[in-house]
C-alpha cells in the first residue's frame, strides 16, 4: 500500500457519459498529479494541484476537469466520454511543488463502451 | 511529441545476469531523472534517480548512468532476479520548469530463472 488511494480500481461506462475519479493523497503530501496511460503509452501528465491550487497543466483535454479539496483529496472530472478515453488514471502525491518523491496510487481502469 | 523514449518495448534476462535498460531524451532543459518500476495492477513505484550533474548513480544491484551529451540514461541491474520482472520506466523532469514528469513508454523486463 503506497498511501495514495484512488477509487474505484475500475469503471465501465458508455460514450457521452460523466465520471468522477478520486484519489486520497498520501498523508501530510499537499501536491496531487493526474496522469493517464492509454494503451502502450508512457504516462501522460494531465494537471497538478497543490494546497487545493491548480499549479500545472498539461494535456488535459477541455472535457477533463480536476479539482483538489480543503482535506487534500482530489477529484478528476471526464465528460463527454469518447472510446479514445479509455485508459488507467493514475493519482500521485508529494510533499512539495517539485517532481521529486512522487507516490502513486494503483490506478483506475476506465473502459468507455 | 514523445520528448522520453524506451525503444525497447521487452527485455528478456537470465536470471543472475545484467539487465541494461536504455533511455533517451530530447529536451535538453531536463535536469533531472527517475526510473519507476510497475507490477501489474500497482501503480509505478521509484526506483532510482539521477541528477544532471551527476553521470552515475548507484543504489544497491541497480545503477543509473547518465551521458548528457548523448541525451541518453540507462539502468542497470546485476544481478537480475526473477523478482525484477516488471515494466521499467524513464522519467524526467526540468526543475525550473513545470513540476511534471515526462515518461516514456516502458520497457518489459523478464528474468528467466
Known amino acids: 500500500d503506497s498511501g495514495v488511494t484512488q477509487t474505484p480500481k475500475h469503471l465501465i461506462t458508455a460514450t457521452g457519459q460523466r465520471v468522477t475519479l478520486r484519489c486520497s493523497p498520501r498523508?501530510?503530501?499537499?501536491?496531487v498529479y493526474w496522469y493517464q496511460q492509454s494503451l502502450d503509452q508512457g504516462l501522460q501528465f494531465l494537471i497538478q494541484y497543490y494546497n487545493g491550487e491548480e499549479r500545472a497543466k498539461g494535456n488535459i483535454l477541455e472535457r477533463f476537469s480536476a479539482q483538489q479539496f480543503p482535506d487534500l483529496h482530489s477529484e478528476l472530472n471526464l465528460s463527454s466520454l469518447e472510446l479514445g478515453d479509455s485508459a488507467l488514471y493514475f493519482c500521485?502525491?508529494?510533499?512539495?511543488?517539485?517532481?521529486?518523491?512522487?507516490?502513486f496510487g494503483s490506478g483506475t481502469r476506465l473502459t468507455v463502451v | 511529441d514523445q520528448q522520453v523514449k524506451q525503444n525497447s518495448p521487452s527485455l528478456s534476462v537470465q536470471e543472475g545476469r545484467i539487465s541494461i535498460l536504455n533511455c533517451d531524451y530530447t529536451n535538453s532543459m531536463f535536469d533531472y531523472f527517475l526510473w519507476y518500476k510497475k507490477y501489474p495492477a500497482e501503480g509505478p513505484t521509484f526506483l532510482i534517480s539521477i541528477s544532471s550533474i551527476k553521470d552515475k548513480n548507484e543504489d544497491g544491484r541497480f545503477t543509473v548512468f547518465l551521458n548528457k551529451s548523448a541525451k541518453h540514461l540507462s539502468l542497470h541491474i546485476v544481478p537480475s532476479q526473477p523478482g525484477d520482472s516488471a515494466v521499467y520506466f524513464c522519467?524526467?523532469?526540468?526543475?525550473?520548469?513545470?513540476?511534471?514528469?515526462?515518461f516514456g513508454t516502458g520497457t518489459r523486463l523478464t528474468v528467466i530463472p
Open positions: 500521485a502525491s508529494s510533499v512539495a511543488l517539485t517532481a521529486y518523491g512522487y507516490t
Open positions: 498523508s501530510g503530501d499537499l501536491s
Open positions: 522519467a524526467a523532469s526540468a526543475q525550473s520548469g513545470a513540476n511534471n514528469l515526462f
